[in-house]
């Protein structure tokens, strides 16, 4: 008898369909992999098991029995779990009044802290995780709230755990730790319903592999019958000849010169250049620094020393506008967060940096506005029904497009990109890559911080290690090996 079966199963939000007649099955103590390109329903048919969304037909067996999931808290109760990609803790509370949240032990008619404190670090500490429960979760850095919310999930002792995306914030060490939790989980006879974009990490946890495209099944695999060329074909519908489109252009003179940057203990002594044409990768785990150096570049914080020359010029960065004016743009790493207004339209996200060149007084000049959205969805190929789409209805790649865009209207000499990647499917991924080369390919520069591996060494032409705040090494292109940036990432831990 199956853990799960989930048979012809429909969803539509107002006139589009996202999913049709969708089939999926979960054997017990088994990891199955659910893939496909972002909006290829995945997400959606999950929200669907766990109560988030209500299918619009089809039918929900848990171990034989048929099942109307009408709520999160039905689902809860019938043993489903799900660690969601978008993270949604309750910042002021902390680590543990998130975990137990709803469900909170009790002495009397009062809330018994005592035993939640106690009971969250027994959890914490048998996932091996490092966290005070006391802490608020707001205070944390997203890598361990994700953990957080992954000891939530096991905490309710769920039958069917769904992780969607549960390794994209987190550091190596931690996801052995992570999956570690699933071979035991395994071992008790759940069932894991693992969405991720990391091949690697697919092939090696997976026992089935179903993927998903358009909303519509394509197949289920053995994970042992499938390969990685035939699952990205399927996925895709076409088959990706090259992940990374590294292209030789012609890296000319520094464009920028960092010497002795410090900030407080988040980096220290930092220098490095990077020139026009070229890919400047940053590589290190994650607290290493990276984002903080990039923060300070941009004017977001103020570092305690350090030069910066910028296109030949002695200059002072002090706040973002400062940055934007003398042509260094920043693509964050949260860009629901800090890169969109999601309630906002594609048009209206696309043009945000820009209204002052597009404005005449108090008004906006709308024929030239709407000019310049037709072409950045067009150059980037954003898949919207219109300017006027929400873009928080977009899937995660078209999302980052329309980051990208907004700062291509600025034309930037400098592009930083930091995790321009994350939760995006290989598809896009391979667009993200062409528009980066094409951009280098004009004689501008990017700096990419990357925490994957495989793709700072396919796409930077030099990488610079951080480790710990400090310069651990720097690395050609003809010297790049996973064991070397490795070395250098923990040279100062």
Known sequence: MNLLEMKGIEKSFNTVKVLHGVDFTLRKGTVHALMGENGAGKSTLMKVLAGIHKGDSGAVSIMGKTTDINSPKKAQELGVAMIHQELSPIPEMTVAENIYLGREPKKGLFLNYDTMFKDTEKLLASLKVNINPKSKVGSL?????????????????????????????????????????????????????????????????????????????????????????????????????????????????????????????????????????EIFGIAGLVGAGRTELMHALFGLDKPDQGEIIFDGEKTSVRKPKQAIAKGIAYVTEDRKQEGLVLEMGVGANITL????????????????????????????????????????????????????AKWMIKHPKLLILDEPTRGIDVGAKSEIYKLMCDYAAKGNAIIMISSEMQEVMGMADRILVLSNGRVGGELSREEFTQEEIMKMAVSHI
């Open 141 to 277: 850095k997203v890598a361990d709230q994700q953990l957080v919310e992954i000891a939530k999930a096991i905490s309710l002792n769920a039958e069917i755990i769904i992780m969607d995306e549960p390794t994209s914030a987190i550091t190596n060490k931690e996801v052995e730790n992570l999956f570690t939790i699933i071979h035991d989980l395994k071992k008790q006879g759940k069932g894991i319903i693992y969405i991720s974009h990391k091949m690697d990490e697919i092939f090696r946890i997976s026992d089935d592999i179903t993927v998903l495209r358009d909303g519509v099944y394509v197949n289920t695999w053995k994970a042992s019958e499938i390969d990685n060329n035939t699952l990205i074909k399927n996925m895709v519908g076409r088959e990706l000849t090259e992940i990374y489109p590294k292209t030789a252009v012609p890296i000319t003179g520094p464009l920028l010169k960092v010497d002795n940057f410090t900030r407080g203990n988040h980096f220290k002594n930092v220098s490095f250049e990077v020139r026009r044409g």
């Open 353 to 404: 940096a820009s209204m002052k060149q597009l404005s005449s007084g108090l008004f906006v000049k709308e024929k030239q506005e709407k000019t310049v959205i037709s072409e950045q969805i067009e150059a980037l190929r954003i898949k919207t029904n219109g300017p006027r789409q929400l873009v928080k209805s977009l899937s995660g790649g078209n999302q980052q497009k329309v980051v990208l």
